[in-house]
């Protein structure tokens, strides 16, 4: 039973994986959008002040979001994303604390894992990345 099982996970995984990789590169890449467009005044966020570090990760947040939502150099997009995330964490959060939940860190380090995994497996069958040849 338990092989059964497992065989039919596999086989509906194979079939239909990718939409869960589409469906998780958009979510993420929208809400990291959406994170950035905080940091000029969208969604009740505040203005950061121009050319100040949260400007550029504002901008950072901008370009990675977008190129995820398209699956356009997703791996490259990603790996700037866990930077920019490994940036938060050490400027903004960890001086309170190394615990994610007590810092404020908890988003950090969920995107960080996020870009991670896109840095792995790349954007999916479904993407851009895969029509230009970057897979």
Known sequence: MHQEVNCMCEKFFAKHGQWFVLVSRILFGVLFFCHGLMKFGFFEGGFVPVYSI??????????????????????YASMLGAADMLGAWFIAHAPAGWNPFSNGGELAVLYLSAFLVFMTIGAGRISLDRKVGLK
């Open 54 to 75: 949260y400007w550029f990760a504002g901008i950072i947040e901008l370009i990675v979001g977008a190129a995820l939502v398209l699956g356009i150099g997703t791996r």
